[in-house]
Each structure stands twice: as C-alpha cells, then as structure tokens.
C-alpha cells in the first residue's frame, strides 16, 4: 500500500500564501468556480498542486508569492475591516496606500475601536498569527464612564462569563481619572468579539473610546491615524521564524577611472 504523502501544497494554501484571500475565502471561491489548475476549473479545495501548475485565478494567472511581508497600520475610528460592508460603510481597504499589495489583517478592529491593525500579504503568516497556541499579548487603552475601582474590576481579571460566553482573565489596571471618564489599560491574549466592550459592561462601565496599542511584539508608538509603516524582514523573521531572505544589496555602479596623461 503506498503511504506516501501527494507532493506540493493544498492550493488553498498556496492562493493564501499569493495573497489572493485567506484559507476560508479561497475555499469559497473554489467552490464558485472561479479557481482553474492547468486550463480546468476546479471545484473542490483537497488538491495539492507544485510550481510546475499553473494557477489561474476569474481567468487571469495568479502571481507568483512574494516573500511573506508585515505591516503596522494604525486603523481610524469609522472603518470597518472586511473588504466590502454590505451596509455601504468605508472600510480600511478603501483608505489604504495604493502602493500596497493585496493584504490581509491578522485580527480586526471593530468599527468604532481604533489603533494598531496588523496587514500581511501572507495567508500562512496571518494564520500563524491568529492561533490561539501563539498566545501573544494585545494591549489596550480604554476610557470609560464612571469611577472604576479595583474591586469592580476583579471578575474581569479572573474571568467572568458573558451571555454564555467564557472570557479568559485579563490584566487591567486604572490610569487615571478624567473628569467623568477614567482611563484603563487592559490586557488579553483571546481577542473574541468585542471581548473587552462585552466584559467592561457586564461589570456596569461603558467603553467610549478603544485603543489597541500592540500586538505581541509589535508596538503602535507615534504611528499616525491613517498612517502604515512596514515591518523590517529580518524583525519579521526573527519573531515569527520564517524563512525569509534579506534583500540583496543593490550592486553599486562602477565608475570609470579616468588614464592620467604621462
């Protein structure tokens, strides 16, 4: 009996790796027909296919992976992170650099929470990313209405249950009062659905403004509202281990030396 695994990569995997959509969204466009491997379209995702395929994607051959890349954008309030809102709303895609290759978020921001939003043009990247295994830290800075004390913030830091809903422990602690607002930073390493409003509710505070200023490793700084600044590889590399080759330096130009006159 031949036990030997079929050679190359689930071709969900390899649209993801493109940057053509994510593992989910590449199924689905799979099953619409709109994937062809080698002239025939395909309509089941549990193929593996090699370079030596050729992979067209609504008829037009899909561009070769570029090196798995990352980066930070700082997501303004009033963007919603899907491609497209079927109630019409600007989303981040709308608002992002030309210049920038297709990209996928690791995560989201809902509409009205703002700051740091991880993009990838790697579908393995944002993956590896988003597994609960990885365990990396989210950080927040939250306002509030009222005058929080620590007492009524215990049950969100040994975990307390919401709408049948169970959210891990988080750290919070409180910075500073501001008028009727006080401002919190909270700490998490789930990210379930509006998990902090959620939580800071059930506890009777309401959230009016929620900044998410790092993920794991990568911080927001002084990135401007609106603004994207990429990842370096060899950080990139360094913190999630990929293989990634740095960038050869560009050879510079000879010049010529002139003879001296003897």
Not at 81 to 106: A, F, H, N, S
């Amino acid at each position: 009996m031949d036990t030997k695994p079929p050679e190359g990569d689930r071709i969900a995997k390899v649209l993801a790796r493109a940057g053509v959509a994510s593992r989910r969204d590449a199924e689905k466009m799979i099953l619409a027909g709109r994937i062809a491997v080698n002239g025939k379209i395909i309509d089941r995702a549990a193929l593996n296919i090699t370079a030596a395929d050729k992979v067209t994607v609504d008829g037009k051959p899909m561009t070769p992976p570029e090196p798995p890349r990352l980066w930070l954008y700082h997501k303004p309030l009033g963007l919603v992170t899907t491609t497209r809102d079927e109630q019409g709303r600007p989303t981040i895609y709308d608002k992002l650099p030309p210049e920038l290759p297709r990209v996928m978020t690791v995560g989201r921001l809902d509409l009205n929470s703002e700051g740091l939003l991880l993009l990838t043009n790697d579908g393995g990247v944002k993956r590896q990313m988003e597994l609960p295994s990885t365990g990396w830290l989210r950080k927040y800075r939250v306002r509030v209405n009222g005058r929080p004390t620590d007492a009524q913030l215990e049950p969100i830091r040994t975990g307390l249950t919401v709408d049948g809903e169970h959210f891990q422990p988080m750290s919070v602690t409180i910075d500073r009062q501001q008028g009727a607002n006080a401002w919190l930073t909270v700490s998490l390493r789930e990210g379930k659905n509006r998990e902090i409003r959620r939580a800071l509710q059930d506890i009777g505070l309401s959230v009016n403004r929620l900044i998410r200023i790092s993920y794991g490793p990568f911080q927001l700084n002084t990135l401007k509202a609106g603004a994207v600044e990429e990842i370096r590889r060899k950080v990139l590399r360094d913190q999630l281990g990929l293989e990634i080759k740095e960038e050869a330096p560009k050879p510079r130009r000879k010049v010529p030396q002139r003879r001296r006159k003897m």
